[in-house]
Structures are given as structure tokens and as C-alpha cells.
T-cell receptor
Framework: GQQLNQSPQSMFIQEGEDVSMNCTSS?????WLWYKQDPGEGPVLLIA?????ELTSNGRLTAQFGITRKDSFLNISASIPSDVGIYFC????????????FGDGTTLTVKP | DAMVIQNPRYQVTQFGKPVTLSCSQT?????MYWYQQKSSQAPKLLFH???????NEADTPDNFQSRRPNTSFCFLDIRSPGLGDAAMYLC????????????FGPGTRLTVT
């Protein structure tokens, strides 16, 4: 089946720093999604990307859909303590209608 | 206002004792999903409903069953829980097939003693 490689696995940064994480796949997707999960809660959708090359922002978050359709990245600018959590990428493909493949997550720790 | 609600948030059951987890949604979405998530791993899809059409993942154990009596509610039944079934169970919805944005509930943390 399709697999997503998400990196880095974890990050420890200082408040105010910028963060970058990415997802790569051996196969193409036609939708990329980024979720954040706080401890003990369900994932929350941050950004959805639908076109190759698309660059979308949501506040301090920016995500891009790679031109090859096999990768995506998420950037967080000027991190704050509440950015702490696990960030998951997910890819979806038309033929798997209704289902997404999730990456293993990037755990972000922000030191005040 | 909560859009995807899961009850209970924490459930303790005994080894082999059937347990039911519930999910309800106020979004009127056609698709509902059940995921299993263990210790900060990626959510693992168990099955999903497109309206009343049930879609099981090939590697979902027979021990897991689901019911969707109407658009708003979906249940996860674990017939004989084992210690390995202890996990967070997440319910999610999406508006329609082909629309991949999913809205997750807060999850139910299942402990098996």
C-alpha cells in the first residue's frame, strides 16, 4: 500500500524560531492535508492542498503541495508554546475515495 | 460547539468483555470513519461508512464491528477485547466521498484490564 515518510520525527525548538517539516511518498496523491493533534485529543485539520504547486497559508502556517505530487511541506513561523503537539500529514487519491494515508507524525516541542 | 462527539472519553473494560464506543456528528456528513491510534502513532483506519455503505479495511480484525443506524450516529463494537486493543479510538467525518478533509472527534481512550 501507499506509505508516507514524514520528517523529522521530532523537533525541539526555542520559542520564536521557524519550523519546517515535510512528507514524501513513493506514489502520487491528488490531495495533501496537514493536521495537528494535541495530547489526548483528536487531530484538527490545519491546511488542505488540492493542486500540484499550490502554496497555502493559515496564519503563521504555510504548506505547499509539491510539483511532483509526491511531497508536501509545512512551515510554522515564529513558533509559540501552543504550537506544541504532533503534526500529521495525510495524502489522498481519487481511486481511494474517502480515505487518507497518514504519515507517522512530527512531534514538536517549543521551549519558552 | 462540538461537531463530532465521542462517548465516553475514557472507557475501561475487562479482557474479553464486549464494549461499545459511540460517535455522533452534527455536521450531516455522509462519511464516517473509525480509526485506532496507539502511543503517538499515526491513526490506523479500521473501517468507514459512506452513507449506509460499509467499507472494511482488509487488515481490520473480525473482533471489530461497526453499526451506523442513521446519518448522525456510528458505533464501534469490540466483541472480545484483548490487551492489544488498548488504544485511542478516533471517529471522524467528511462531507462526501472524494472530499478528503476529515473532522475528528476527541477520541475515546480504551483501557483493557
Amino acid at each position: 500500500g501507499q506509505q508516507l515518510n514524514q520528517s523529522p520525527q521530532s523537533m525541539f525548538i526555542q520559542e520564536g524560531e521557524d519550523v519546517s517539516m515535510n512528507c514524501t511518498s513513493s506514489s502520487i496523491f491528488n490531495t495533501w492535508l496537514w493536521y495537528k493533534q494535541d495530547p489526548g485529543e483528536g487531530p484538527v485539520l490545519l491546511i488542505a492542498l488540492y493542486k500540484a504547486g499550490e502554496l497555502t497559508s493559515n496564519g503563521r502556517l504555510t504548506a505547499q503541495f509539491g510539483i511532483t505530487r509526491k511531497d508536501s511541506f509545512l512551515n510554522i513561523s515564529a513558533s509559540i508554546p501552543s504550537d506544541v503537539g504532533i503534526y500529521f500529514c495525510a495524502g489522498s487519491l481519487s481511486k481511494n475515495a474517502g480515505k487518507s494515508t497518514f504519515g507517522d507524525g512530527t512531534t514538536l516541542t517549543v521551549k519558552p | 460547539d462540538a461537531m463530532v462527539i465521542q462517548n465516553p472519553r475514557y472507557q475501561v473494560t475487562q479482557f474479553g468483555k464486549p464494549v461499545t464506543l459511540s460517535c455522533s456528528q452534527t455536521l450531516n456528513h455522509n462519511v464516517m470513519y473509525w480509526y485506532q491510534q496507539k502511543s503517538s502513532q499515526a491513526p490506523k483506519l479500521l473501517f468507514h461508512y459512506y452513507d449506509k455503505d460499509f467499507n472494511n479495511e482488509a487488515d481490520t480484525p473480525d473482533n471489530f464491528q461497526s453499526r451506523r443506524p442513521n446519518t448522525s450516529f456510528c458505533f464501534l463494537d469490540i466483541r472480545s477485547p484483548g490487551l492489544g486493543d488498548a488504544a485511542m479510538y478516533l471517529c471522524a467525518t467528511s462531507r462526501d466521498r472524494g472530499l478528503y478533509e476529515q473532522y475528528f472527534g476527541p477520541g475515546t481512550r480504551l483501557t483493557v484490564t
